[in-house]
């Protein structure tokens, strides 16, 4: 069984700001992590995976994650939040099957 | 490619009445999966398919049926419309064979109003 929580369901952050995003797993084999994002009335868009290759793990429009096996956690961070970031935040475990948990999101405001 | 398409953008149906939602992709991709998202739940799996004629259970399958006779195709079935399937439906595809291809790509969405 797998499951993904992620701590606070609103973020606000101030253009320029750090951008924090939490997400922990629980995953009885070893996962595959995913962060999604999803713009208002869109689809989900893929930022970043991890798949094992690295612990820190760089996606698009700055974004990275970093893997900690031992807090079980897949935080997503961008050292400089940008308006274009507002928007919806998605964690994903895939463990032995390919289907996804997902966590119950993110919603990013950032403010001017 | 135009990825994943799904039919229609959005939908108004009354209690009872049926209705399929449609998804198609041309990325060639054996895995294809139904999710609903829902304000707080995040996105929850109603039915997947790891090719075609096969097809299994998600975590909230009840009310919904699929079929998947092509590799491109996977409808989605509402049988009998409830106001508790008043939602936010999404479909993705993603190769079936590489654990690090468990990436999924999604479709725009159909938003669905059962009045």
């Known amino acids: 069984a797998q499951s993904v929580t992620q701590l606070g369901s609103h973020v606000s952050v101030s253009e320029g700001a750090l951008v924090l995003l939490r997400c922990n797993y629980s995953?009885?084999?070893?996962?595959?992590l995913f962060w999604y994002v999803q713009y208002p009335n869109q689809g989900l868009q893929l930022l970043l995976k991890y798949t094992s290759a690295a612990t820190l793990v760089k996606g698009i429009n700055g974004f990275e994650a970093e893997f900690k096996k031992s807090e079980t956690s897949f935080h997503l961070t961008k050292p400089s939040a940008h308006m274009s970031d507002a928007a919806e935040y998605f964690c994903a475990v895939s463990g032995s099957a390919r289907q996804l948990t997902f966590g119950s999101g993110t919603q990013l405001t950032v403010l001017p | 490619n135009a990825g994943v398409t799904q039919t229609p953008k959005f939908q108004v149906l009354k209690t009872g009445q049926s209705m399929t939602l449609q998804c198609a992709q041309d990325?060639?991709?054996?895995?294809m999966s139904w999710y609903r998202q829902d304000p707080g739940m995040g996105l929850r799996l109603i039915h997947y398919s790891v090719g075609a004629g096969i097809t299994d259970q998600g975590e909230v399958p009840n009310g919904y049926n699929v079929s998947r006779s092509t590799t491109e195709d996977f409808p989605l079935r509402l049988l009998s419309a409830a106001p508790s399937q008043t939602s936010v439906y999404f479909c993705?595809?993603?190769?079936?064979?590489?654990?690090?291809?468990?990436?999924?790509?999604f479709g725009p969405g159909t938003r669905l109003t059962v009045t």
């Open positions: 990325m060639n991709h054996e895995y």
């Open positions: 993705a595809s993603s190769y079936a064979q590489q654990p690090s291809s468990y990436e999924q790509y």
């Open positions: 995953s009885s084999v070893p996962p595959y």
